[in-house]
């Protein structure tokens, strides 16, 4: 609990577009108890309750994408119609790049098992039929007790409000894809490279790699090898999730990843400055992020950062 209102506290003085906390928080509780959210998000029947029009990409292997269907292996990248085209252009580059170097049995494990959707602040998650049962029933829009209680958060925030989740399809708001004057993260941190990293752990790597995952945050909280109230040291997912955004760059909040992105006093000015960093820290940590992201090719470069520039 007291982690809790710690995170709240911090981001409390964030200035942020939505006025809200990152949604970082429900993902761990919702993967940890089982929660409404968890449900929602891994029924594939729930595809065909609702009905929404779709648009859509495929990232392949080697950072392929199509717009398309083919008959290879692929990840599908929706946006809804609302979405710009470039932003689900900027949406299916980062996929692309995230997976591009990883290992082809991960690869292939994540094009059965994952999806990734981008919608609009004005649509909120809850239009993905996979979310469509946690968005707020007529009269409950300042409520959380009784009937509405399936709408909110464990905080008391609604879901509706949320400007992405993780889950067999990890969504997120356009504008944090964008990175634009209405990114509610103001240009700190790339939310699909985080919330897409969950997916991955979850659903992607093999019970071996997971273990690793485990017996390396074990370590790193035992011998306090990052700041131990970070939210990166709060379960082996955000450690996981915090690291794999320092990896690539794309996490400039030092607070939350507990100094994996901090070289001395400062933030790490480079993503080879930030993978060198972990590797002189954590290096059980280091060898799963090469091995899951660049099949232990670390020297290859990822091209993403917060702000993820398709041009690169």
Same mark, same amino acid.
């Given at each position: +609990?007291?982690?809790?209102?710690?995170?709240?506290?911090?981001?409390?003085?964030?200035?942020?577009?939505?006025?809200?906390?990152?949604?970082?928080?429900?993902?761990?509780?919702?993967?940890?108890?089982?929660? @409404?959210?968890? /449900?929602?998000?891994?029924?594939?029947?729930?595809?065909?309750?609702?009905?929404?029009?779709?648009?859509?990409?495929?990232?392949? &292997?080697?950072?392929?994408?199509? =717009?398309?269907?083919? &008959?290879?292996?692929?990840?599908?990248?929706?946006?809804?119609?609302?979405?710009?085209?470039?932003?689900?252009?900027?949406?299916?580059?980062? %996929?692309?790049?995230?997976?591009?170097? +990883?290992?082809?049995?991960?690869?292939?494990?994540?094009?059965? /098992?994952?999806? %990734?959707?981008?919608?609009?602040?004005?649509?909120?998650?809850?239009?993905?039929?996979?979310?469509?049962?946690?968005?707020?029933?007529?009269?409950?829009?300042?409520?959380?007790?009784?009937?509405?209680?399936? =709408?909110?958060?464990?905080?008391?925030?609604?879901?509706?409000?949320?400007? *992405?989740?993780? *889950? +067999?399809?990890? %969504?997120?708001?356009?504008?944090?894809?964008?990175?634009?004057?209405?990114?509610?993260?103001? /240009?700190?941190?790339?939310?699909? %490279?985080?919330?897409?990293?969950?997916?991955? /752990?979850?659903?992607?790597?093999? @019970?071996?790699?997971?273990?690793?995952?485990?017996?390396?945050?074990?370590?790193?909280?035992?011998?306090?090898?990052?700041?131990?109230?970070?939210?990166?040291?709060?379960?082996?997912?955000?450690?996981?999730?915090?690291? &794999?955004?320092?990896?690539?760059?794309?996490?400039?909040? &030092?607070?939350?990843?507990?100094?994996?992105?901090?070289?001395?006093?400062?933030?790490?000015?480079?993503?080879?400055?930030?993978?060198?960093?972990?590797?002189?820290?954590?290096?059980?940590?280091?060898?799963?992020?090469?091995?899951?992201?660049? #099949?232990?090719?670390?020297?290859?470069? *990822? #091209?993403?950062?917060?702000?993820? #520039?398709?041009?690169?």
């Amino acid at each position: +609990m007291a982690l809790i209102v710690l995170y709240l506290a911090l981001w409390i003085t964030v200035e942020v577009a939505w006025t809200i906390p990152p949604p970082i928080p429900e993902e761990w509780i919702a993967l940890q108890k089982g929660s @409404s959210l968890k /449900h929602a998000a891994n029924n594939k029947n729930s595809l065909h309750r609702r009905g929404v029009t779709l648009k859509y990409k495929y990232v392949q &292997s080697n950072g392929v994408v199509s =717009s398309t269907y083919t &008959s290879h292996p692929a990840i599908e990248v929706a946006a809804t119609l609302y979405v710009s085209d470039y932003a689900h252009q900027v949406a299916a580059t980062t %996929v692309a790049r995230v997976t591009k170097h +990883m290992p082809p049995s991960i690869f292939q494990t994540l094009t059965t /098992h994952a999806k %990734v959707g981008v919608f609009t602040k004005r649509e909120t998650l809850t239009i993905y039929p996979e979310y469509a049962s946690l968005a707020t029933p007529p009269g409950c829009e300042s409520s959380c007790s009784g009937h509405c209680a399936s =709408s909110c958060t464990f905080d008391g925030r609604k879901y509706s409000t949320l400007a *992405g989740t993780g *889950g +067999m399809r990890t %969504v997120v708001v356009d504008d944090n894809v964008l990175c634009n004057s209405n990114d509610p993260y103001n /240009h700190q941190s790339n939310i699909l %490279v985080h919330e897409f990293s969950h997916t991955i /752990h979850t659903y992607g790597l093999s @019970s071996a790699l997971k273990s690793r995952i485990t017996s390396a945050y074990a370590h790193a909280k035992a011998y306090s090898t990052w700041q131990d109230r970070a939210y990166s040291m709060a379960n082996e997912l955000e450690y996981f999730a915090e690291a &794999s955004q320092s990896f690539f760059a794309a996490e400039k909040l &030092s607070y939350s990843t507990g100094g994996m992105n901090t070289c001395g006093l400062a933030l790490c000015r480079t993503e080879a400055e930030e993978r060198q960093h972990i590797r002189e820290r954590d290096p059980e940590l280091y060898a799963i992020l090469s091995e899951v992201f660049t #099949n232990n090719r670390p020297s290859l470069p *990822g #091209n993403l950062g917060v702000c993820t #520039n398709i041009q690169a």
